[in-house]
């Protein structure tokens, strides 16, 4: 069965902590990687990974995936409070968009 | 640009009703995606069009179903509804597969 493993499944730090959410996939063919943050309704997406190694990046946040190992990692440096928010993996695989979810991480950050 | 746009925002019904909730993909992308949120269960796949064609579906039971127009627009509709169908479903659109998806806010139904 085709699934996505998040951990851990909730963290609290404060302001200025640097957290690592992880991410573990069991797919078949798989195709790529997303991460996505979703503060109310509407997840917003983060970063698309499809190559092992890459590191890919944007202000605080950073991501990799490692194809071998079947995870990645999404990186947050020097928190703050709007990044409060539910930190969702989702994997692509097979043919057409056919995504699995995690069941995310659920991360606050304390002033 | 516009976003995905999804109507209604809320929704309550009772059981065994049924419901059509609709979604308008951003301009121009070609595939529509639904999934269903709930607390327990998390993000589950429902299905997804693409050209007026169901491409993939999730493992729902035939009372879910969806349809894609010429325009792209989709809707989806749920019969006899159960109290256990209460969720946020979600639309997102791409424009095509090995691209990302963009949500909507989503429609929030209850099931009384």
């Known amino acids: 069965e085709d699934k996505v493993v998040q951990s851990p499944l909730s963290l609290v730090v404060h302001e200025g902590d640097t957290v690592t959410l992880n991410c573990s996939y069991e797919v078949t063919n798989f195709r790529s990687l997303l991460w996505y943050k979703q503060e109310k309704k509407a997840p917003t997406f983060l970063f698309m990974l499809?190559?092992?190694?890459i590191e890919k990046k944007s202000g605080r946040l950073s991501s990799i995936l490692d194809k071998k190992e079947l995870f990645s990692i999404l990186n947050i440096t020097a928190t703050q409070t709007g990044d409060s928010a539910v930190y969702l993996c989702a994997v692509e695989y097979n043919y057409g968009q056919n995504f699995v979810f995690g069941p995310g991480t659920r991360l606050s950050v304390l002033p | 640009k516009a976003g995905v746009t999804q109507t209604p925002r809320y929704l309550i019904k009772t059981r065994g009703q049924q419901v059509t909730l609709s979604c308008s993909p951003i301009?121009?992308?070609?595939?529509v995606s639904w999934y269903q949120q709930t607390p327990g269960q998390g993000l589950q796949f429902l299905f997804e069009?693409?050209?007026?064609?169901?491409?993939n579906k999730g493992n729902f039971p035939g009372r879910f179903s969806g349809r894609q127009f010429s325009n792209s627009r989709s809707e989806m509709n749920v019969s006899t509804l159960e109290l256990g169908d209460s969720a946020l479903y979600l639309c997102?659109?791409?424009?095509?597969?090995?691209?990302?998806?963009?949500f909507g806010s989503g429609t929030q139904l209850s099931v009384l």
């Open positions: 997102a659109s791409s424009f095509d597969i090995n691209e990302k998806l963009f």
């Open positions: 069009y693409f050209s007026e064609t169901q491409r």
């Open positions: 301009s121009g992308h070609r595939s």
């Open positions: 499809t190559s092992s190694g």
